[in-house]
């Protein structure tokens, strides 16, 4: 888990999320890519969080299509390697 892995109750949690660094364990072999992608969105600040354009182009996304859907919403699918 993230954060809050002492965390006695929801109250504790909820500071945890808000306060501490968002830390990987190693035996969740989360590769540095994805890490990367976390570590920008939730940023504490959102002033240094990424805009919706660098999110898009964030390499966490590269080998996926973005189908953009008439109700708003984004569809993401792996592209298949043949």
């Not at 968002?22 to 990367?36: E, G, H, Y």
């Not at 354009?53 to 993401?76: A, C, D, Q, R, S």
């Amino acid at each position: 888990m993230p954060f809050g892995v002492d965390a006695r109750d929801t109250n504790e949690m909820a500071s945890s999320i808000a306060n501490d660094a968002l830390l990987f364990d190693v035996k969740d072999n989360i590769d540095s890519v994805t890490q990367d992608f976390l570590q920008a969105v939730l940023a504490k600040n959102p002033r240094d969080r990424p805009t919706l354009e660098e999110i898009k182009t964030h390499p966490y996304f590269n080998g996926m299509w973005v189908f953009y859907l008439p109700n708003g919403y984004v569809h993401w699918e792996q592209k298949l390697i043949s």
